[in-house]
Every structure is written in C-alpha cells, then in structure tokens.
C-alpha cells in the first residue's frame, strides 16, 4: 500500500498564476484533508471531505478550492496563487468509526513557493 | 472553539536523558482524543502516542508516555532514555469525540534537540 501520496513535491509559482494539487490515498477511507503549515505554526485546516462529492470549509479556506469527484483522491485547487500561501500542504486520510480514535495518515506534503 | 497550546518553542535533551514536553488545550467538551505527532526533518507526520479522555490511565508507547491531567487540561509528553533518532518537531493535537468534522487541531509545535 502507498497510504497517502500528494503530488507534487514542490512547485514554484508566480503570483497570479493557478495549479492543483493532487492527494491520493488507496486505504479506502472516507475522510480526507488539506492542511497547510506555516513557519511557527502548527498545522491549520484549509478543507476537508467527509465522502465523495462533499467538502466542506476548514479554518482557513479563503483562496483555495477543492473537490472530491472521486473516493480516493482530494484535490486543492488555488485559483490565483499569492504570495501568503507560500507554506507547506499536508493532505491527511481517516476512515470514521464514531467510537474510535480514526488514526489520519499523512501524506509527505507539498512544499510550494508563491513569488 | 478548542485551542492547543505549546509553550516551549524549543528543547534539548542530551541522549539517553529523559525530556518532557509541555502541552495544554482548552475545550468544552469532555469526551476527545489527544495526540503527539513528530516531524522528523523529512517533514513526515508520525503518530507518537494518542490518549482518549474517558481514559483515566496515562497511555505508554515505549520510550514515550503521557501525563494526562484532565481537571487542568494538561497533556504532557515523556521521553526516555532520548536518542538522536528523536530530534524533530513535536505537535500536540485534539480532535473532538465522535463529531462530522474530526480534524486534528494541532499546536505550533516543539523543536526538540538531542545532544550526542
């Protein structure tokens, strides 16, 4: 199994400029995230997704965009890359049992640089 | 809304000393789960230790233990017997008991080094 894979690695844009990332999990789960992670910072949630064709807002989601068209994969999307979205971007994966602690698996992030 | 503090930016052990990480929270809630995560340099998110609230009993994971003290809000980390392999960011994380959203809420982390 590869768990959690995020492409890509890295990636420099202008701003202004769009792109996609791509998070893909094979563990089969329900529940998916995009974190991002700043100098000082813990990690903060951007969006996540409870199943296929549903998001939702995380804490900070203003200037990206995601879907779920797929069970396995969560896209995040910025539309006009600025330079404050410079960071580090973690996708993470759970399934969801209400009584149990439902372990996230990372993905190894995505280090991008908005000039 | 929960909130997680670390207080301690930075730490150092020496190797095979014993280190405590400080953390705490803030929440409304009485059932939820704790977590330590570390971030080796590779930025790899590893699961440490996790602790459920309804559980009274501090939870041990090897080398690494927790203090958990509910009243105060409280949920610190033990290393022993540190190794090099051990240097790396600590996060401590709360996720709520049951709930539709169950994200981690993390910490601004510990840089935690071990001197040879």
């Known amino acids: 199994n590869a768990g959690v894979t995020q492409t890509p690695k890295f990636r420099v844009l202008k701003t202004g400029q769009s792109m996609t990332l791509l998070c893909a999990q094979d563990?089969?789960?329900?529940?998916m995230y995009w974190y991002r992670q700043d100098p000082g910072m813990g990690l903060r949630l951007i969006h996540y997704?409870?199943?296929?064709?549903?998001?939702a807002k995380g804490e900070v989601p203003d200037g990206y965009n995601v879907s779920r068209l797929k069970k396995q994969n969560f896209l995040l999307g910025l539309e006009s890359a600025a330079p404050s979205q410079t960071s580090v971007y973690f996708c993470?994966?759970?399934?969801?049992?209400?009584?149990?602690?439902?372990?996230?698996?990372f993905g190894p992030g995505t280090r991008l640089t908005v000039l | 809304a929960q909130t997680v503090t670390q207080s301690q930016p930075e730490m150092s052990v020496q190797e095979a000393e014993t280190v405590t990480l400080s953390c705490t929270y803030d929440?409304?809630?009485?059932?939820?789960?704790l977590f330590w995560y570390k971030q080796p340099p590779s930025r790899q998110m590893i699961l440490v230790i996790r602790?459920?609230?309804?559980?009274?009993q501090n939870a041990t994971e090897n080398r690494f233990s927790v203090n958990f003290q509910k009243a105060a809000k409280s949920f610190s980390l033990k290393i022993s017997d540190s190794q090099l392999g051990d240097a790396a960011m600590y996060f401590c994380?709360?996720?709520?008991?049951?709930?539709?959203?169950?994200?981690?809420?993390f910490g601004k982390g510990t840089k935690l080094s071990v001197k040879p």
């Open positions: 993470a994966s759970s399934s969801w049992t209400r009584s149990s602690y439902n372990e996230q698996f």
């Open positions: 929440t409304s809630e009485s059932d939820y789960y």
């Open positions: 994380a709360y996720r709520n008991y049951g709930g539709s959203q169950g994200n981690l809420i």
């Open positions: 602790q459920e609230a309804y559980k009274q």
């Open positions: 563990m089969n789960h329900e529940y």
């Open positions: 997704s409870v199943g296929e064709g549903t998001t």
